[in-house]
């Protein structure tokens, strides 16, 4: 495949260098070369179904030897069952070929799954299970039952012993001789029941024998597909831009996982990186963008860029660019420097937290934080100091507890959803009907969002959407402008506090449907900065009980 020239595009405005696909606006020429593919897509019926259910596409700007500027395309895992399309990079390693090494021990572990479905789906053996189990209850209530007995035959002689005692009139030796005798042939007789129940018949046993079986052929399942896995990902070997190489078990051993995610290596920016090393080509930027529906639980706008994702992607880009790619511009003095104190005591502060800046230390410890600030400014504090967090992209107030009294005392009152925090947004809806029905449903200019999250695992710390597993979410807000045609500023008011939920509650399509400008993860309208403040914060003060609103409004 040789690399696409642009069709309609001046090539003044080069790259300078290349961008970080975890963190970028597209350059001009990415969303040129992204535009002639959606032109392309836009056309293809075969494909038509399929991707418009939602899949990601990817583009890369290159230059080759003779200086030549063009751009590969990507798309992400297959279409149509296929990863060689003609026009797109292939796959780093075809593993779909049908009788290739992959395909043919995929399909013995597919015909044991059909094996162990069958047996487990075996009527006979159901019902056996049953009959089973219908026995062993059976026993136990001949047990229990005996045991009353044994009871209920215990307290008639203790019964008569008391009587023989208040009359004054001892028991006879016989009597006393049978009492002994009946207890002690009563427990004999439990012990042997017990023992009976203990033995299993003939027809347990052969029962017993398949679930063994059945267990055994899970097991081997299960090795066989580790073990499958294993070879597959050994076979994904991953140029970097010294033309280095590593397998995907390399890459992730020192990572939490320790082993890949499945489908890593099939993502669209480490196949576009890949072919470009291969062919001598050198990355100048990528973009990435959805085609399609969204998904029910993840967010994702047609057409809309997205950065690459943490779980599959972090590990694998991290080794096939160069470490300056990922290094941030903004100096720790220059993001230190925004940062304001609206109140202050002895116990605690308000501060002014901007975006872009951390709320504690993040992996890389040396990078900029709320935290290594305000270890800095208040070193003699006793307390944590961090009582609540902003998302990096969110700015706004933030509490700080110099004392240890105070920490506890704030944390109880987040704790207890004391704590009143108002937040102001810019959100982006569809077209002008969207914003019309948010309007509408916001009944006296407010409404109400209950949306379940739960993290995105194989893509923190992106959130989703999930009625059965997700934990509960709740968002007031309140419609405050109507800017133009599409946009709104509202101010949120979080009842729950969650990872992304004003974020995910606004861009979500069973919530406003309208992302937050600038938002990379949910957006689908860029910015220089995500559109949240949070604007207001109300509590009571630790020590002197006194209820205290501090307001900073946003610079947007």
Known sequence: MEMHLFKNIELNNMPERMNNPFSYEPHPLCIEACRELQDELS??????????????????????????????????????????????????????????????????????????????????????????????????????????????????????????????????????????????????????????????????TLYENYEKDLKSAKQLRKQLSEELQQWLFSKFQMLNAEGESKDLLEIFKDEAVKIPPAGSGECCEPKLLQYAYQHGYKPLQMAMFWWGESPKEEIRHHLQFYPACNGKCKPILHWMLPKTVFETQQTETTIYNKVETLYEDRELAVIYKPEGLLSVPGKDAAQPSVYALMRRKYQEATGPLIVHRLDMATSGLMIIAKTEFAYHRLQKEFLNHRVQKKYVAIVCGKDKESCNRILKEAEGGRGYISLPLIADFLDRPRQMVNREQGKEAITEYEVLERIDDTHLRLALYPKTGRTHQLRVHCAHQEGLNAPIIGDPLYGNEPATRLHLHAEEITFEHPMTGKKMTVTRKADF
């Open 43 to 204: 056309q293809r019926n075969d494909w038509r179904e399929e991707i418009d259910r939602g899949k990601m596409f990817g583009v890369l700007i290159v230059e080759a030897d003779n200086s030549k500027i063009g751009y590969l395309r990507a798309y992400s895992g297959q279409i149509g069952g296929r990863s060689d399309w003609e026009g797109f990079v292939p796959a780093v390693f075809d593993y779909l070929q049908p009788d290739g090494y992959f395909k043919v021990h995929e399909a013995e572990i597919s015909e044991m799954n059909q094996q162990i479905r069958q047996f487990e789906a075996n009527e006979t053996l159901i019902k056996a299970k049953n009959l089973i189990d219908d026995l062993q209850q059976k026993r136990q209530e001949v047990i229990a039952n005996y045991q009353t007995k044994i009871k209920e035959a215990k307290e008639k002689r203790d019964a008569r012993r008391q009587e023989a005692l208040s009359a004054g009139t001892p028991l006879s030796e016989e009597e006393e001789k049978a009492m002994i005798k009946e207890s002690q042939f009563m427990k004999a007789e439990l012990k042997r029941q017990k023992k009976s129940i203990n033995e299993k018949t003939a027809y347990e």
